[in-house]
């Protein structure tokens, strides 16, 4: 899996406002950008661990092509996750905290490759909110966006890191209607215009995830890049 396809990887969608209430019943507060981060950030200083299924779409804007991908996503805050690509795929890209291993098996039974590198500064940003490494209202500037620009039944925010980032320019969150602060899809978008869309299924939270799930050993005769 391309680096640049994994930093691209984290922000998520906003719940629906408030529906009309009748005379007589107490007016919700108005939803802010602010509101929303904050019921995002609370819910996920709350999670220990996330296990979810993932729907991925790469788009590429130079050559009008989207590439799509699934797999399951552990993650055990703080710092650690794994993505596991499923479908014949093969790819694992896992992280301890401290150091990153990307493998990608080859074709036809060869052993295929790897990278490993300490974890940067640059993709813990982009995860952060998610692995607990970064907060929404110190890292990031935000605000609501449209909705229905986007197809959505709740709300949507964009947000920016406040320091330049290589990796990614902007991420839009999208977080469940029916349950505050939980994200259920996360699109990224680099400073070439390349969107990368996360949707996540069956999500489980504070379950029990073993540490040696973030170890990984490359299977023998990968070449290391």
């Known amino acids: 899996m ?5 930093i691209s990887v984290l922000a998520a969608a906003f719940a629906l406002a408030a529906a009309p209430v009748s005379s007589g019943q107490a007016q919700e507060a108005p939803v802010t950008a602010q509101r929303l981060a904050a019921e995002v950030q609370a819910f996920y200083d709350q999670t220990r661990t996330v296990r979810t299924a993932f729907s991925q779409s790469h788009y590429d804007r130079v050559y ?3 590439t799509r991908s699934r797999g399951v ?15 014949g795929d093969g790819k694992v890209v896992v992280s301890d905290g401290s150091m990153l291993t990307i493998y990608e098996p080859g074709d036809e039974g060869d052993p ?3 990278a490993r590198t ?8 982009a995860l952060g909110f998610l692995t607990g490494q970064a907060r929404l209202d110190r890292d990031f500037r935000f605000r609501l966006r449209a909705a229905s620009d986007f197809g959505w039944s709740g709300h949507v925010l964009e947000l920016r890191p406040l320091r330049e980032e ?3 320019a902007r991420m839009f969150l999208f977080v469940d209607a029916n349950q505050a602060g939980v994200v259920r899809r996360v699109i990224v978008q680099d400073h070439a215009g390349n969107l990368n869309r996360f949707d996540f299924q069956r999500t489980q939270f504070n379950s029990a995830v073993p540490a040696e799930r ?8 990968a070449r290391r890049i």
């Open 73 to 87: 996503l552990t993650i055990a805050r703080p710092g650690k996750l794994r993505f596991d690509y499923l479908g």
């Open 166 to 168: 290589p990796g990614y």
């Open 214 to 221: 973030f170890a990984f050993t490359p299977p023998r005769g």
């Open 2 to 6: 391309k680096t640049r396809m994994l």
């Open 118 to 125: 300490a974890v940067r500064e640059d993709l813990s940003s």
């Open 64 to 66: 009008r092509r989207t």
């Open 112 to 114: 295929g490759q790897y």
